[in-house]
T-cell receptor, first 111, second 115 residues
Framework: GESVGLHLPTLSVQEGDNSIINCAYSNSASDYFIWYKQESGKGPQFIIDIRSNMDKRQGQRVTVLLNKTVKHLSLQIAATQPGDSAVYFC??????????FGSGTRLQVQP | GAGVSQSPSNKVTEKGKDVELRCDPISGHTALYWYRQSLGQGLEFLIY????????KSGLPSDRFSAERTGGSVSTLTIQRTQQEDSAVYLC?????????????FGSGTRLTVV
């Protein structure tokens, strides 16, 4: 079946550095993508989204890049802070409205 | 309420017993979703309610799982004859109609442990 996957299960960065979290998806019909942040004991929290008619979208300290040619999504976090330490999930939908999630990348920020 | 509320936050049950998990969505949100998250894994879709439409049950793993949503608000996920592989965090989310955008708001989940 279709799946959303991640390249790296754990990413360790130094405080102040930029972080890049990658995600591959296999459903070419996916037209809407979301990045979520999940801290321990909490539900996923929306970070940023992007539609398939865009290839880049920026938020506060975060940027999402979408490459539909290779079905790849990335989340860039600028000036990573200790509070950014969490598990990050990408998710996609084809308009069915129930999101399909990847398995997550744990981001560890070293002080 | 201000957010999605789930209860209980933790549930330990014996294998073979039935459990009920509750979700109170954000007031006015017409869409409600249940997901399951196993340790170290992503979120697995279970069921989706949208207004008065028939729910999308395509993610329910077996007929031991069922869910209802009363009055378009509170939802209950029921697992009958629980098995150890049912142990997971069960997450509920709600959104305005359509769901796209930042409208998926998740609760903190119910951690179910079957012993």
């Amino acid at each position: 079946g279709e799946s959303v996957g991640l390249h790296l299960p754990t990413l360790s960065v130094q405080e102040g550095d930029n972080s890049i979290i990658n995600c591959a998806y296999s459903n070419s019909a996916s037209d809407y993508f979301i990045w979520y942040k999940q801290e321990s004991g909490k539900g996923p929290q929306f970070i940023i989204d992007i539609r398939s008619n865009m290839d880049k979208r920026q938020g506060q300290r975060v940027t999402v890049l979408l490459n539909k040619t290779v079905k790849h999504l990335s989340l860039q976090i600028a000036a990573t802070q200790p509070g950014d330490s969490a598990v990050y999930f990408c998710a996609e939908t084809t308009g069915r409205r129930a999101l399909t999630f990847g398995s997550g990348t744990r981001l560890q920020v070293q002080p | 309420g201000a957010g999605v509320s789930q209860s209980p936050s933790n549930k330990v049950t014996e294998k073979g017993k039935d459990v009920e998990l509750r979700c109170d969505p954000i007031s006015g949100h017409t869409a409600l979703y249940w997901y399951r998250q196993s340790l170290g894994q992503g979120l697995e879709f279970l069921i989706y309610f949208q207004g008065n439409s028939a729910p999308d049950k395509s993610g329910l793993p077996s007929d031991r799982f069922s869910a209802e949503r009363t009055g378009g608000s509170v939802s209950t996920l029921t697992i009958q004859r629980t098995q150890q592989e049912d142990s997971a965090v069960y997450l509920c989310a709600s959104s305005l109609a359509g769901g796209q955008g930042s409208g998926y708001t998740f609760g903190s989940g119910t951690r179910l442990t079957v012993v």
